[in-house]
């Protein structure tokens, strides 16, 4: 059993999000005795049917529970957001039970303006397994080649974690997606999400895909938003001081998980092997997002971007810190990092004097060049920056 790093509390309503298969229902069945309380599964036609013709009925079951019920657990909820409104008024009532929603997406429940509490549940997301829960479960080549959602890292074979990865690309990213969302012409949006997936962790030209893709500039951008709401990836913006114009600017985009964006790049049966662009390019994403997410498990309120000049001068990740400490981070798949590794690191040093600069590859130990600490990947991904 791995103990997942997020902690909920145990008498309060919350909601839980997440991608599809990171652990939602099994984490919470760990924690939460079924003795004392209901399951409801969205997923399950009969529940999902029964519910969304009649919404009602999940009040009048609640109200007529055994006393001894004190959790409500549903499974995807965005599936039936008509629930919400129920929900709402049993918790204005007296002896209320505490109410845990999940689910991969909070989209449709934005889209179809939903009752999201307004603040009477408070919001958790799970993050495939990291470092940090695997501990010596954990194998680079393995996360880096396959990812680590749960059930395909625990696969007991290469081919069998590829076969999951497939189905997983097909049966939800390029059905599921399309519903959820309302993509109506699902051939661009296949190719769309190829194109996207090839270009993770790179500047994202709009103009282009729309070109490949034979769609509009502004359906592209619609594309990225729904991968971004349904959890499956996250934009990264360039450093600026000022917030407004960071948001204006071409942003990167990083897929949640490596092995899903080597699924729809359709390179799972190629080996990953060190030193080549397809190696490196897995490990910065992997360090950003292992990064990102021990950040949001630890309440971290840290503001992530990268940083490039005109001049092609560029820092992976820039971390900014409620303090004023900022930290900028280079990432190298390499076993010696040298001097010239470190020139966008320079650069930053440049316009930020005071940030602490650092540089992760695949060395054994923690070294010094010229100011900048070299770190091995595993000690990155456990680093405390406030104390570093």
């Given amino acids: 059993m791995i103990n997942r790093n997020i ?14 298969q990171t652990g939602k229902s099994t984490l919470l069945r760990e924690r939460f005795d079924p003795a004392t309380s209901y399951w409801y599964d969205l997923l399950k036609t009969e529940v999902f049917t029964r519910f969304s013709a009649y919404p009602h009925l ?6 007529g529970r055994d006393k001894k019920i004190t959790h409500i657990v549903i499974d995807e909820v965005q599936r039936v957001p008509e629930l919400l409104n129920e929900i709402h008024w049993l918790m204005e009532q007296p002896g209320s039970p505490y109410f845990i929603l999940t689910g991969s997406s909070a989209r449709k429940l934005k889209c179809s303006k ?5 603040g009477r549940a408070l919001t958790f ?23 680590s959602l749960p059930s395909v890292y625990f696969e007991p074979s290469a081919e069998e974690a590829a076969d999951r990865l497939r189905a997983y690309v097909d049966t939800y990213l390029k059905e599921e997606i399309q519903l959820e969302a309302e993509v109506r012409n699902l051939s661009p949006f296949i190719r769309f999400l190829s194109l996207a997936a ?4 790179n500047q994202i030209n709009y103009s282009n895909i729309a070109r490949s893709t034979g769609v509009l500039y502004q359906t592209i951008k619609g594309y990225f938003q729904i991968l971004e709401d349904t959890l499956i990836g996250q934009f990264l913006y360039p450093y600026t001081k000022s917030v407004r114009k960071r948001l ?16 729809l790049t359709q390179k799972l049966t190629i080996p990953l092997s060190p030193h080549t662009p397809d190696f490196g390019n897995a490990f910065e994403q992997l360090v950003i997002l292992e990064t990102m997410r021990e950040a949001h498990y630890q309440k971290k309120d840290w503001m992530f971007s990268y940083y490039r000049t005109t001049h092609g001068a560029e820092v992976d990740l820039v971390i900014e810190m409620p303090s004023g ?7 190298k798949a390499t076993d010696h990092v040298t001097s010239a590794h470190l020139k966008g690191l320079k650069s930053f040093k440049e316009i930020c004097p005071s940030a602490q600069l650092f540089c992760v590859g695949l060395e054994p130990h923690r070294r010094t060049i010229d100011s900048i600490t070299i770190l091995p990947w595993n000690e990155m991904l456990t680093l405390n920056f406030s104390r570093a």
């Fill in 7 to 20: 902690e909920f509390p145990a008498q309060k309503s919350f909601f839980l999000f997440g991608p599809r």
């Fill in 58 to 63: 999940f009040r009048e079951e609640i109200v």
């Fill in 114 to 118: 939903a009752n999201l509490l307004a």
């Fill in 125 to 147: 997301h799970l993050y495939p397994l990291t470092y940090s829960e695997l501990k010596d479960q954990f194998s680079l080549m393995k996360v880096l080649q396959f990812g």
């Fill in 198 to 201: 090839f270009e993770n962790g």
């Fill in 248 to 263: 204006s600017k071409h942003p990167k985009f990083y897929f949640f998980d490596t092995g899903v964006t080597r699924a």
């Fill in 325 to 331: 400490a900022t930290i900028a981070v280079e990432i």
